[in-house]
């Protein structure tokens, strides 16, 4: 009698005990195979398998749940540990639209999850417009500035013909991303350049969220076209552009046409945009081949045949009625 | 004796601790979310979170239309064909779409609802109402014709006035009483509208007015303050018209709207007195609600965008080599 019982109080101790371990094993083994194999994603779950799986998963359900509510109170969208990060880098400079401008851009780019605008001004110093302007937008973003250097012996407000406009913003903007971010970082994230008076569909960020190296889609209104665009083949790669303006660069796309992956701008630490001596129409391929062959572009906007990006220009306002004094009070910012 | 109790407490003991400890993690284990997704590759997880983008967006358009206890605000934009025209309604989309209980009504220049504007609104994620009104050949500016000419947009406005006014007839109980509280803004589709604006308008009893900018040949126009009271307009051009202001720089209760059925743009109106042609039905100047820091804010400005050039698309299209039509630009 006494050895049954015996027997029965161990398996009592026991059996809970071994229960409670398959069914941890079970359920720590899983995401121990999800962490291996991604190693590219971006998790902040590289504790391994010490942390529980179900700390894990109810902490992503969590997250889930954080964004649908979040989502409707604030702007811009709340940060995704998985999405890569859309570096956009905007050259600007002072005019009276500027500020108009850049006002309706970072409305569009509030509802851009994972955004960060690099706002570089053509200044000698940072403006408070631009300043206060960013700072209320509640968007994630860095504001450098950088002067391109006039000549003044040319006429009056002309700045050097020689630098086409922009090309020293968008320099420092990636010299930027190379002093921020080292090669070694998992931190995933694409690259776009934006000029501030051109429109950006919602539809784009998501179709350069996935680029590998360098993606490429059409762009409305330029080279004197309704649409430039690269010519893709029946396999899907990128042969050539559809263009009337010297189709023959080798890279015949607009600067609203590409995006490019962070990790080779990290890679390819000398590739900059070149400052003088480009002709008109060449800026774009003096960046990209340095960076990426015609084979390695990947179409995007429904292999190349969906507009989700025009160049639009803006008119410069007639201030004919301000006169040699200005009619209208300085203090006033517009 | 006491040795031996003292086992069978301890043992029990543990067997309870046990117990309840393995019915937890059980209960906890429970609710454990499908695993599964983490075995994702990088791209099937982008393409589901595409998928969970979309769904938050429906999200917000349906909160924030939840959010009833402010006054709705009806944006009326004349719109017409023209290359730039996808490219403006997308982007001022943008703005509207982070507006609360805003409701956009699209107007087109056209003889019947265009294919373009037909999808784009309904993949816009906006409360939106789609007419068409075409502008009497008369009245319409020419190829060519500077942009003064003629006042642009007047049919297409009083079309957006006469559906609100429909609405407001049909309306009863709680809906017309919110259409009590609500405001009407004309909003051209190639202005810059900041989402301070829509804020600042959305309390007006009759008609409140603030300063644009870029207009009238100058940096910024506005109603001049004084007391709480507009007493004079700043504008360079014209001062002494009933109300010399642009379009997009009042906005008028919808109340006020549908007792004065008799107020309607003149599309026949001299130039620059559009606006005066609708206000002096509804208000006198010392009626009017000056908002924007008593008007010294500019909040709203009177971009226009360039015609793009197409040269080479012109000479390619004679020579019948032009871009795919197919393509909506």
């Not at chain 1, 893709?232 to 609203?256: C, E, L, Q, S």
Request: glycine share 6%.
């Amino acid at each position: 009698m006494p050895k049954r019982r015996d027997i029965l109080a161990i398996v009592l101790i026991v059996l809970p005990w071994t229960l409670l371990i398959t069914v941890w094993h079970q359920s720590a083994i899983a995401p121990l195979f999800a962490i291996r194999k991604d190693d590219g994603t971006e998790t902040r779950h590289d504790t391994g398998p010490a942390t529980d799986s179900k700390e894990y998963c109810s902490q992503d359900k969590d997250i889930v749940e954080v964004v649908r509510t979040e989502y409707v109170y604030t702007r811009p969208p709340p940060w995704s540990d998985v999405l890569p990060t859309i570096h956009v880098i905007t050259p600007t400079y002072s005019r009276p639209v500027q500020k108009a401008e850049l006002t309706r851009l970072a409305n569009t780019f509030l509802h851009v999850p994972n955004l960060h605008w690099i706002l570089v001004e053509d200044s000698q110093r940072r403006t408070p417009l631009v300043t206060r302007l960013l700072r209320e937008t509640g968007l994630n973003y860095t504001h450098l500035n950088v002067e391109t250097p006039r000549n003044y012996k040319l006429r009056g407000d002309t700045r050097d013909p020689r630098i086409p406009r922009g090309t020293m913003q968008r320099n420092l903007a990636l010299r930027w991303l190379r002093e921020t971010f080292n090669s070694n970082s998992s931190q995933a994230g694409i690259v776009y350049f934006a000029d501030d008076d051109n429109t950006y569909s919602l539809e784009l960020f998501e179709e350069m969220r996935s680029t590998r190296k360098v993606s490429v889609w059409p762009v409305a209104f330029v080279g004197g076209l309704r649409y430039e665009s690269p010519k893709v083949n029946a396999a899907g790669k990128v042969y050539g552009w559809k263009t009337v303006f010297d189709p023959h660069r080798p890279f015949a796309i607009d600067m609203a046409g590409f995006a490019i992956n962070l990790r080779l701008i990290l890679f390819k630490p000398q590739a900059y945009f070149k400052l003088r001596g480009v002709k008109g129409g060449y800026q774009e391929s003096s960046l990209l081949r340095e960076l990426v062959t015609l084979s390695d572009l990947e179409p995007k906007a429904a292999n190349c045949t969906k507009i989700l990006v025009w160049h639009t220009r803006t008119e410069k306002p007639v201030l004919v009625n301000e006169g040699k004094k200005g009619f209208t009070d300085p203090n006033v910012e517009i | 004796m006491r040795m031996r109790l003292k086992l069978k407490t301890v043992f029990v003991l543990y067997f309870t601790v046990s117990l309840l400890g393995l019915i937890y993690a059980l209960m906890q284990l429970g609710q454990r979310c499908d695993c599964r997704g983490h075995d994702m590759s990088k791209d099937q997880q982008i393409s589901q979170l595409r998928g969970e983008l979309q769904k938050l967006q429906e999200h917000i358009k349906t909160e924030l239309n939840k959010k009833t206890d402010v006054p709705k605000i009806y944006v009326i934009t004349p719109t017409y064909a023209r290359l730039v025209q996808k490219a403006e309604l997308t982007r001022l989309s943008h703005t509207f779409l982070h507006v609360p209980q805003l409701h956009w009504i699209v107007v087109e220049d056209a003889p019947q609802p265009t294919l373009l504007v037909t999808d784009f609104l309904a993949a816009s994620g906006l409360t939106y109402t789609h007419l068409h009104k075409l502008t009497p050949k008369d009245r319409k500016l020419q190829e060519g014709d500077p942009s003064w000419l003629k006042p642009r947009g007047a049919e297409q406005r009083n079309e957006g006035l006469r559906w609100l006014r429909e609405m407001g007839a049909a309306a009863e109980g709680k809906e017309a009483a919110a259409l009590e509280e609500a405001v009407v803004y004309f909003a051209d589709d190639d202005n810059t509208y900041s989402l301070q604006l829509f804020e600042e308008m959305r309390y007006t009893y009759r008609v409140s007015v603030w300063p644009v900018g870029l207009v009238g040949g100058m940096k910024f126009e506005r109603p001049v303050v004084e007391d709480g009271k507009v007493v004079r307009f700043h504008t360079g051009w014209r001062p002494n018209r009933p109300f010399p202001i642009d379009m997009a720089g009042f906005a008028v209760s919808l109340r006020l709207i549908l007792t004065s059925p008799q107020a309607r743009f003149d599309g026949d109106a001299q130039m620059g007195f559009l606006e005066s042609s609708f206000l002096q039905h509804l208000v006198t100047m010392d009626e009017l609600e000056p908002k924007a820091d008593l008007c010294t804010k500019v909040l709203v400005w009177h971009t226009r965008t360039e015609k793009p050039k197409m040269k080479r698309e012109d000479a390619l299209q004679k020579q019948g080599l032009g871009s795919d039509p197919d393509v909506e630009v």
